[in-house]
C-alpha cells in the first residue's frame, strides 16, 4: 500500500488488514475483541515464560490492562492484588510468584478458539 493520510488508513485498514493477515497464515483479531484481549494476554505470559517479564511484571500488566474483565486472567488480576498485600499477609513473594507462574503456564496450553467456524468433515 502507498503512503496514505490517516483518514484514508482508518477507513482503508480495516478492511485491507483481514485478508492480508490470512495471506500470511495470522488471525486477525478486531480491536478490543474479546480474542483479541485473550491473544494478547496469552502472548504477555509467554514472554514471562521465556524470562522477558518477572511473574509480577506479568500480574501487573494483565491488571493494569484487563482488570478484572477477562474471565481468562482473572485469577492473574487477582495475583497483582496479593502483591500489594504480601506485606499484611499470610503469604510470600515466592508463593504468590509462583502461583503467577502457573496461570501462565494455563494460558500458555488453553486452547485457543478458531475465529470463524469449522467445517466438520462428512
Do not use: K, W
Not at 8 to 20: I, K, N, S, T
Not at 72 to 80: F, H, M, Y
Amino acid at each position: 500500500m502507498a503512503a496514505c493520510t490517516r483518514a484514508e488508513a482508518d477507513y482503508d485498514v480495516p478492511d485491507l488488514l483481514p485478508p492480508a493477515l490470512d495471506e500470511l497464515g495470522l488471525t486477525y483479531h478486531p480491536a478490543g475483541s474479546v480474542a483479541g484481549q485473550e491473544a494478547a494476554a496469552r502472548a504477555l505470559a509467554a514472554r514471562m515464560l521465556a524470562g522477558e517479564l518477572t511473574p509480577r511484571e506479568l500480574a501487573f500488566r494483565i491488571h493494569h490492562r484487563f482488570g478484572h474483565e477477562l474471565p481468562l486472567v482473572e485469577r492473574l488480576a487477582n495475583l497483582d492484588d496479593d502483591y500489594d498485600v504480601i506485606e499484611y499477609g499470610d503469604r510470600t513473594r515466592a508463593q504468590v510468584d509462583a502461583d503467577v507462574t502457573t496461570e501462565a503456564l494455563r494460558l500458555a496450553q488453553h486452547p485457543r478458539v478458531p475465529t470463524e467456524p469449522t467445517d466438520a468433515p462428512a
